[in-house]
């Protein structure tokens, strides 16, 4: 039987307190906790691995900051013509593949050409840049623990490079490594995929990961995504694994500028609520 993990990734969250994120987690029954981490340096373990602790939700996933569209010396990009800029992402990564087998979590999940990048497209030459970056990634992963690296692929709005699930495939076939898998972001997927249900069948065993958002980036049940097909066709390939919410208001081409805004504490709980409660009772009747 199909139990799915619920999360929500903590980026959409902005500059909110980490404490009032677990404790609206908690708060609305979340399985766990999909944690961002900008700069591994920075990032305060002990701190986290308290809350995990105090608040028993424990972290299912990293989530990464992939500034694609950045100046050169911020910019992270695994197929950048700028070889140092591809250095500099590899090693970002493996600080956040470390940080993922320090707190337990599944994955380390990253869109490889990064965020806001319209301008690096799906080549060939890019395509094996992305492959030598894959190998070199899921090799360190092999050597730090029991943990994956998931491609992302996202719209063509704020990338142009890794956009639809069949793609992420011959990616994940030509670089045959068994720590590489993908994931899917269904807000992403209503518009790149012809069936959000057909992309999950196609992918099947290959996908450990999914971030949730209806066709408008607010919570489930408020846009056009058609969840009951989701659900089932995630059953039918016996999906076992987290589905990571981030519900959000409209954002532009670099989405990490909501990180920036104001958030209606309200909202972020309505929000919250409603994606839990709505993908549950999807999974108890489908």
């Known amino acids: 039987m199909n139990k799915f993990t619920y999360a929500v990734s903590n980026w959409i969250y902005g500059e909110e307190s980490l404490e009032a994120q677990f404790i609206r987690l908690k708060k609305f029954h979340y399985d766990a906790i999909e944690l961002m981490v900008e700069n591994p340096e920075t990032f305060d373990l002990n701190q986290v691995k308290s809350l995990i602790d105090q608040f028993s939700l424990p972290c299912c996933s990293i989530c990464t900051m992939m500034t694609g569209a950045a100046d050169e010396t911020h910019r992270r990009n695994?197929?950048?013509?700028?070889?140092?800029?591809?250095?500099?992402?590899?090693?970002?990564?493996?600080?956040?593949?470390?940080?993922?087998?320090?707190?337990?979590a599944k994955l380390t999940l990253t869109v490889p050409s990064g965020v806001a990048n319209v301008t690096d497209g799906w080549t060939h030459e890019n395509r094996e840049l992305a492959i030598a970056g894959f190998i070199e990634l899921?090799?360190?992963?092999?050597?730090?623990?029991?943990?994956?690296?998931?491609?992302?692929?996202?719209?063509?709005?704020?990338?142009?490079?890794?956009r639809r699930a069949d793609q992420a495939i011959e990616l994940l076939n030509l670089a045959r490594h068994p720590r590489l898998k993908m994931m899917i972001d269904f807000f992403h997927a209503n518009i790149e995929e012809d069936n959000n249900g057909q992309?999950?069948?196609?992918?099947?065993?290959?996908?450990?990961?999914?971030?949730?958002?209806?066709?408008?980036?607010?919570?489930?049940?408020?846009?056009?995504?058609?969840?009951?097909?989701?659900?089932?066709?995630?059953?039918?390939?016996?999906?076992?694994?987290?589905?990571?919410?981030?519900?959000?208001?409209?954002?532009?081409a670099n989405v990490y500028t909501t990180k920036e805004m104001e958030h209606s504490e309200q909202?972020?709980?309505?929000?919250?609520?409603?994606?839990?409660?709505?993908?549950?009772?999807?999974?108890?009747?489908?």
């Open 138 to 162: 899921g090799d360190y992963a092999k050597s730090i623990g029991n943990i994956f690296l998931a491609i992302e692929p996202i719209n063509r709005y704020e990338n142009s490079f890794l």
């Open 78 to 104: 695994l197929i950048d013509r700028n070889p140092n800029v591809r250095k500099r992402t590899i090693t970002y990564l493996e600080g956040c593949l470390d940080i993922g087998v320090q707190l337990g």
């Open 199 to 252: 992309a999950i069948r196609l992918a099947g065993k290959n996908v450990i990961h999914c971030h949730v958002a209806d066709s408008n980036r607010k919570s489930t049940g408020r846009g056009q995504t058609d969840w009951a097909e989701i659900i089932r066709a995630l059953k039918e390939i016996n999906y076992n694994m987290a589905l990571a919410c981030e519900p959000l208001p409209p954002s532009g």
């Open 267 to 286: 909202q972020m709980d309505l929000y919250a609520e409603e994606c839990v409660n709505y993908l549950r009772f999807l999974e108890r009747v489908i």
